[in-house]
């Protein structure tokens, strides 16, 4: 009977003119739809669809007629929003793969290139081949290209031996200075949790065939929570003491220069610390980046940027960075990246007047090792503080750290859950120091999300 009455329902829809009879099953509808679709007969194939979602509202191969239909005829809207409801209604993962590209390919038609971009990480959900998922990561990175908006997002969370930057020993001891001190509980290391989210939104102002122009906001927030042996140890701090956070606008030129690309930037921002406004802060800077030839490319940069404080003089500073980037690929898919860096800083506050130097380097694994993809780094620095005091004791020759991180970051690609893809980072380093309050130790694990495409 349930079937009767829906072909019921169809052959009403379909009714030809008064005193001709039709007789269609469901099957027979749907050949019909089809046929006339393959024909170009849009009107047949529209009037069999709607005859179809009469006898089932949810029946997605309906749906998809539809969405064929007015693709044909130039309804761009119509046919996404059928797209839609054929994604929705779908039980097979390949069918909803079709379903949700063809969404993508009519909402680009109609230059909503971030609706694309949410069909296609909707559409990557149920991706069932490697080969599908790359497809669907090319054309994501296409309509990135052409969207003037652009949205980055990413959130960690790392449990630390040291969340502070605190000292490994309780008592304070001066290379040259016959007093030792005690630290407190809050000066020393202590454990927790990090979380850290970091927000960046982009949009394009102008683009010609050599140069492009765009502005920036970017929002970063640091949170801590302590551990109970953290909070046993220094009873009067609060998750809150840690936190820190800064938001920052930019504007960006870049164009292209012989072979390689020179950009100029200017940002302005302000940064917090512990639930209070630090400092001001405006940035300029030009960069470059030249390939070499043989997948090597060297990148250049240099800023300056003043610092303000909201209160008093303690924030002010002025600072210069250089730096200086070796990409290379290798034959045998990997990439070796080679970092150099200087800093140096002239402020009002004597401790905060420092220069800085640090190289890395970083080698990226072409390959999977089963489901993971692999990275690892190694950074070095050295920094001096030529007029370093430690309280009413002037630190003899200034005070002087030495820095060694290791980092090895590994990428679950397997994990795909719309382009999302969670990753982990181990850490382990320290600092050392001729003021033993700045020998630092850490031992981290962080656990991430990241964007495959």
């Given at each position: ?5 829906s ?20 099957p027979?509808v749907?050949?019909l ?15 069999a ?43 097979d ?13 009519m ?8 609706l694309a971009?949410?069909?296609?990480r909707?559409?990557?959900?149920h ?9 669907i ?15 980055s997002?990413s ?5 630390s031996?040291?969340?502070n930057?605190?000292?490994?020993d ?6 040259g ?24 939104l982009?949009y394009r102002?102008?683009?010609t ?10 929002l970063y ?14 009873p ?6 840690f ?5 920052e ?7 292209a ?11 302005a ?11 001001r802060?405006a940035?300029?800077?030009?960069d470059?980046?030249h ?23 303690r924030?002010?500073a002025?600072?210069?960075?250089l ?6 690929d ?7 990246t080679?970092?150099?860096?200087l800093?140096?800083?002239?402020a ?16 990226a ?10 990275d690892?780094?190694?950074?070095l620095?050295h ?13 003899p ?23 999302f893809?969670?990753?982990?980072q ?19 694990v ?6 495959r495409?």
């Open positions: 009977m349930r079937r009767l009455a072909a019921l329902c169809v052959m009403m829809a379909l009714a030809p003119p008064a005193g001709a009879q039709v007789d269609l099953s469901i027979q749907r050949a739809a089809q046929q006339a679709l393959d024909a170009g007969d849009t009107a047949t194939a529209i009037r669809a709607r005859g179809l979602l009469q006898a089932d509202p949810r029946d997605p191969f309906a749906y998809f007629i539809l969405s064929g239909a007015h693709a044909r005829q130039g309804d761009i809207a119509l046919s996404r929003k059928a797209a839609a409801y054929a994604f929705r209604y779908s039980d993962p390949r069918s909803k793969v079709v379903a949700g590209q063809h969404a993508a390919r909402a680009l038609a109609e230059e909503r290139f971030g971009q949410i069909w296609l909707r559409t990557a959900i991706a069932t081949s490697p080969a599908e998922k790359d497809l990561a090319r054309d994501y990175g296409g309509l990135r290209r052409l969207n003037p908006f652009s949205l997002f959130t960690a969370l790392r449990p031996s040291n969340v930057n605190g000292s490994e309780s008592l304070q001891v001066i290379d200075v016959p007093v030792t001190g005690i630290l407190s509980g809050t000066a020393q290391a202590l454990s927790g949790v990090i979380a850290t989210g970091d927000l960046t982009g102002l102008a683009r065939e050599t140069s492009q122009t765009g502005i920036g906001l970017r927030a640091r949170h801590v929570a302590l551990s109970s042996s953290a909070q046993a140890q220094a009067g701090a609060r998750n809150s003491d936190a820190s956070h800064f938001a606008a930019t504007l960006r030129h870049v164009r220069a012989g072979d390689g690309a020179l950009g100029l930037t200017g940002a921002g302000q940064s917090w610390y512990a639930g209070s406004s630090t400092y802060f940035r300029g800077g030009i470059y980046r390939p070499l030839g043989d997948g090597a490319v060297l990148s250049l940069a240099l800023s300056v940027e003043e610092r303000f404080s909201t209160s008093g003089t924030f002010d002025t600072s210069a960075t730096g200086a980037t070796l990409a290379q290798l034959a045998n898919g990997d990439r070796l080679l970092s150099f860096g800093r140096d800083t002239d009002a506050f004597a401790n905060d007047i420092s220069t800085a130097i640090s190289a890395r380097a970083g080698y694994f072409g390959r999977a090792f089963g489901p993971v993809t692999l690892a780094a190694l950074t620095g920094s001096d503080y030529p007029s370093y005091m430690s309280g009413f004791i002037v630190v020759g200034g005070r002087q750290d030495r820095a060694a991180y290791a980092d090895l970051n590994m990428v679950f690609q397997d994990l795909d859950y719309a382009g893809v969670p990753s982990l181990l850490r382990t380093g320290g600092t050392w120091s001729n003021d033993s309050r700045f020998e630092t130790r850490e031992i981290s962080s656990f991430g999300i990241q964007s495409f």
